[in-house]
């Protein structure tokens, strides 16, 4: 574990998740590094999307040398449910919560090296636009913080 990088563990989950893109059928994931110009039309779905939501504390350790924080993170299923996509646009529900129990599996209780701690399960949440489902698995993970006071 190293408190060097806030957002290391999103490039452990991205990695983690690679490992099982092919199974899955999920054709890309995206995160804020490689997202680019890209529109909600123009991106690949199925996809998975690994994003940092905030930080909040969980207190001062050692006396006050160390923060603690909890980071949480979103790791959302996109499926299109436009019908040039699928014939059934419920196809596309089917396929997101497929996919968050998945993420939810291979996730959850897992342990990032940059994480004092496994992932913990927050909750699931769902958006629907005009031409995509999203399911969102929000987690979080641990990191101590060395402070370095003057």
């Given at each position: ?146 402070t370095e006071p003057d």
């Amino acid at each position: 574990m190293s408190d060097e990088n806030l957002y290391a563990v999103r490039d452990e989950i991205v990695a983690r998740l690679e490992q099982f893109m092919d199974e899955w059928g999920v054709k890309k994931i995206y995160t804020p590094k490689n997202l680019g110009m890209t529109t909600e039309l123009s991106q690949v779905t199925p996809n998975i999307q690994v994003n940092f939501r905030r930080t909040k504390s969980a207190g001062v350790v050692s006396k006050g040398d160390a923060l603690k924080l909890k980071v949480v993170w979103e790791v959302t299923a996109c499926c299109k449910h436009a019908a040039s996509q699928v014939t059934d646009g419920s196809k596309a529900f089917d396929m997101a919560g497929d996919l968050t129990i998945k993420i939810i599996k291979k996730l959850s209780g897992w342990e990032p090296e940059s994480s004092a701690e496994p992932l913990i399960y927050i909750n699931t949440e769902e958006d629907i636009s005009k031409s995509c489902v999203y399911s969102t698995v929000v987690l979080e993970s641990e990191l101590f913080i060395q402070t370095e006071p003057d």
